[in-house]
């Protein structure tokens, strides 16, 4: 039995999204593993998620290092698995014949034309066709023929070729000289000295912007994790040709930049920590900025005596049923905003733009917004309008334990219909939360605080919770966005009045 490679490609971990980052892997090359081993943890816009290996075999390669992007399609890992003598492996190559059981051999990963030929495609096809022009005397990238270049027998061209320079004025050509000279022997030539090299780190955005900007990231020192190019890296690249005029576009990228050759601008880069916009933060922010600018938020507020709510869960933690559970003011909360929404139903619903629908949803999935070390993530219970108080603090237990230790799922971070977000925890009396995108609402509940308040009649020292309920006015008047926060201060308030709710 031959050993095959097999090649395992980034998955669509959910709802589109276009690239992951490597966080760790849990095994290393040579490593024997089995089938849905957990093999690396890798970051989405979302969450962090476990990746199960697909096969089980020896870890021939791993394609990534932990801190790179990697775009959804492209390769992670590859696998030698267990295979008949002669099979072709993932690599298009087949065992060679009499093969007695040695190791499966892979073909380099090749560089051919034009741009680099990424990993996991089609490289021995390019190489040969790239041969097949050199034979001929044809310009592989393009236009007039290469002069002076021959097939080279016997092997495949390991050269990526750079596309031809346009006409410069004379002034121009001068400044670029010392540069073209450093390059070697033909830079006096219209076609550039062909320069092997792999293809440079970067996400999609920083290469459309490196286009877009005349930058050849080839040249540009990548800062981001694992040499990942940033586009802070492409802009400071930039920096010498705004600085010199649109001639000295083509040396941006030889040329460093001012900011950080010089001692003093090393000194001032030393004050600051900049951090690449990517994963979670990144998400968050296009979600928050999409909410705030599409949905008209009101925000309304309501303090509310808990004394009630407070002692009632002294008792429950006394009680046998609830050994073990943990039962907290925002166990309370979420209960009475399921009840509350049973009354004041478009609260629970969705502006559907294309469609040109208001969506009423007859469930509930009540997100809980938690505060993790990679930022700010909403998971959902599942119908939580189903469960009981016992059941909801069970889910609000895990959900909040899954969420902190970064073993969230894409499928707990949508569907989501209304939100609650304890900013109490940090002290906080009252906000103005901004909506999770596709609800229609979402409550914050500030810190319990033992204060002076009126209680029949008299001053008395009192355990005191402000309420702040923001929604999307195109859903919810002002009317039924009051009622909902009413009903759920009096549940708060007095939690027998459950009884004349449902």
Same mark, same amino acid.
């Given at each position: 039995m031959a050993g095959v490679i097999k090649e395992f490609r980034l998955p669509d971990l959910g709802e589109g999204l276009t690239e992951s980052e490597i966080v760790n892997w849990h095994v290393a090359v040579g490593d024997t593993v089995e089938l849905n081993q957990i093999i690396a943890d890798v970051e989405t816009a979302k969450a962090v998620v476990e990746l199960p290996s697909p096969y089980a075999g020896v870890i021939a390669e791993l394609h990534e290092q932990p801190g790179t992007v990697v775009e959804v399609g492209a390769p992670l890992v590859s696998f030698e698995v267990a295979g008949p003598a002669g099979a072709p492996s993932s690599t298009g190559s087949?065992?060679?014949?009499?093969?007695?059981?040695?190791?499966?051999?892979?073909?380099?990963n090749l560089v051919g034309y034009g741009a680099a030929v990424e990993k996991g495609g089609r490289p021995e096809r390019r190489a040969r066709r790239f041969e097949a022009q050199l034979s001929s005397g044809a310009n592989p990238a393009g236009g007039s023929a290469?002069?002076? &270049?021959?097939?080279?027998?016997?092997s495949v061209p390991m050269i990526e070729a750079v596309p031809a320079v346009p006409a410069r004025p004379a002034a121009e050509a001068a400044a670029v000289a010392p540069a073209l000279e450093s390059a070697g022997p033909h830079s006096a030539s219209p076609v550039l000295p062909m320069i092997s090299r792999e293809r440079p780190r970067s996400t999609p955005p920083v290469r459309k912007l490196a286009r877009d900007l005349g930058i050849r990231l080839e040249g540009v020192p990548g800062t981001g994790p694992g040499g990942l190019i940033t586009r802070d890296d492409v802009l400071a690249a930039a920096q010498p040709a705004s600085a010199s005029g649109a001639g000295s576009v083509a040396l941006a990228s030889v040329i460093p930049s001012p900011a950080t050759s010089s001692p003093a601008g090393a000194r001032e880069a030393a004050r600051e920590t900049r951090t690449p916009i990517k994963g979670m933060r990144k998400h968050t922010a296009a979600a928050m900025v999409a909410s705030a600018f599409t949905a008209p938020h009101v925000t309304e507020f309501l303090t509310v005596d808990v004394t009630p709510t407070? %002692?009632?869960?002294?008792?429950?933690? %006394?009680?046998?049923?609830?050994?073990?559970?943990?039962?907290?003011?925002?166990t309370i909360v979420a209960k009475a905003v399921c009840i509350a929404l049973q009354r004041n !139903? *478009?609260?629970?619903?969705?502006?559907? %733009?294309?469609?040109?629908?208001?969506?009423?949803?007859?469930?509930?999935?009540?997100?809980i917004a938690a505060a993790t070390p990679?930022?700010?993530?909403?998971?959902n219970i599942k119908?939580?309008?189903?469960?009981?108080?016992?059941?909801?603090?069970?889910?609000?237990?895990? &959900? *909040?334990?899954r969420a902190r230790a970064g073993k969230t799922g894409p499928a707990d971070l949508s569907g989501g219909t209304i939100s609650i977000t304890n900013i109490?925890?940090?002290g906080i009396d009252a906000g103005t939360p901004i909506l999770n995108p596709g609800e229609a609402a979402i409550l914050a509940m500030g810190a319990v605080r033992r204060m002076p308040w009126e209680y029949e009649g008299q001053i008395a020292l009192r355990s005191v919770m402000t309420l702040s309920l923001s929604f999307d006015h195109r859903l919810v008047d002002g009317e039924q966005g009051s009622r909902f926060l009413a009903d759920v201060? *009096?549940?708060?308030?007095? !939690?027998?009045m459950v009884l004349t709710m449902v």
């Open positions: 087949a065992a060679p014949a009499g093969d007695t059981g040695a190791p499966a051999k892979r073909e380099p290469l002069p002076g &270049l021959a097939a080279i027998p016997g407070m %002692e009632l869960i002294g008792r429950v933690k %006394e009680s046998k049923v609830f050994a073990g559970v943990r039962i907290t003011p925002l !139903p *478009t609260l629970n619903s969705r502006w559907d %733009e294309a469609a040109g629908d208001i969506v009423q949803f007859n469930y509930v999935h009540l997100g990679r930022g700010l993530l909403v998971p119908d939580a309008h189903d469960l009981s108080l016992l059941e909801l603090a069970g889910a609000l237990t895990g &959900l *909040t334990e109490g925890v940090f201060g *009096t549940v708060l308030a007095d !939690p027998g």
